[in-house]
């Protein structure tokens, strides 16, 4: 059976208050036994270098890649299978937040696909880019942070969400299904403007 998905909350948090950041009755779209959450995490502007836990309605996430850390944009993707409720809380708890930081989620429900991730890629480089390989009748996930942006145009993959963080920062997601197999699929996440970004992606075939 084909994976398919539904782009389900993107939220953010300016200057959380501690490196637990608690983001409260997130949409987890339909309930399903074959649903996994895939959560794309985007953090910037604060001592942020690591994301430690998530937990999606108290289920523990396991991480699936991680861009590469620093104290000016981070990005990492994690998963978790929750096959019950249809909004939840996710906790995110990262190695170190503080008042200048901000911090966001993109939000997936993914159906019927493969417990771990076929393929994964992250880049640093600004613009980011990346190749990844898809299964047929696979979802390809991407999440990206620029510091110094507004928007983010995406090649090669479909943008679900651009959400500022106070006017100075831009976490962005994106995601596809793909009927055929794609090999060493190209993937860019382009801020407009020059700035610190980070990328991560990850593909899943079907179950």
Request: hydrophobic residues 40%; contains cysteine; negative net charge.
């Given at each position: ?91 995110v708890v990262s190695s170190g937040v503080d008042a200048k930081g901000r911090m ?104």
């Open positions: 059976m084909a994976v398919t998905f539904s782009f389900t909350a993107s939220v953010v948090v300016e200057a959380p208050a501690s490196p637990t950041v608690t983001f409260s009755a997130v949409s987890l779209g339909t309930a399903s036994a074959t649903r996994k959450i895939v959560v794309g995490v985007a953090a910037g502007g604060g001592n942020v270098d690591s994301i430690t836990s998530v937990t999606v309605a108290t289920i523990s996430a396991t991480l699936v890649i991680a861009s590469g850390g620093g104290t000016s944009a981070y990005t990492e993707l994690w998963q978790a299978d929750v096959p019950t409720g249809t909004t939840g809380d996710i906790v966001g989620i993109g939000v997936y429900a993914v159906y019927d696909a493969a417990s771990v991730a076929n393929d994964t890629g992250n880049s640093s480089a600004d613009p980011s880019t990346d190749t990844i390989n898809v299964p047929a009748d696979g979802v390809l996930i991407g999440c990206a942070i620029n510091v110094s942006n507004t928007t983010f145009t995406w090649t090669g993959v479909t943008e679900r969400y651009d959400e500022q963080f106070g006017g100075t920062s831009v976490q962005s997601g994106a995601a596809d299904t793909f009927a055929t197999l794609q090999t060493g699929l190209s993937i860019t996440a382009d801020g407009a403007l020059a700035g610190d970004s980070r990328m991560t992606l990850g593909s899943w075939g079907p179950a």
